[in-house]
């Protein structure tokens, strides 16, 4: 055994460094310990950013049938989709999300010619917003 250890030194030696500028201990911890859904949570946040936590709360409570939505986040971020694989992109935007909407950005309703009147509130939560069309 201690052949073995004394021929394979150099490379434990790497090995070591190599996971302690990876923190390859402490990130194997966090995938052992944690859950996927806690994982990409706290990755993705629960009502800011790309709004992980939000999107999935409507899925699992007002679209189960449907698994149409149309999505939009008034900051910059990447499109919600694909963390999504099953729902789908409605282009009549009957389900509507509407992802870190506040007052400073609320003219940006006018811009893509978003009409309140004609949709239902559903679901709020901080600055995200279910509206289901009448």
């Not at 990876?22 to 706290?42: A, H, Q, S």
């Not at 870190?100 to 559903?122: A, V």
Request: hydrophobic share 40%; proline share 2%; with cysteine.
């Amino acid at each position: 055994m201690i052949k073995i250890i004394k021929f394979n030194f150099n490379y434990i030696i790497l090995f070591l460094i190599f996971a302690s500028f990876t923190n390859f201990f402490k990130n194997l911890n966090m995938i052992l310990v944690r859950d996927y859904d806690e994982r990409i949570l706290r990755m993705y946040n629960h009502c800011g950013g790309i709004s992980y936590g939000y999107i999935n709360k409507i899925k699992n409570k007002y679209l189960a049938d449907n698994l149409k939505v149309y999505i939009i986040n008034f900051d910059i971020y990447p499109s919600s989709m694909p963390l999504f694989p099953d729902l789908r992109i409605d282009e009549n935007k009957n389900n509507l999300i509407l992802l870190n909407l506040n007052n400073s950005n609320k003219n940006k309703l006018k811009d893509i010619k978003f009409n309140i009147k004609n949709y239902d509130l559903k679901d709020s939560e901080d600055n995200c917003y279910y509206y289901k069309k009448k």
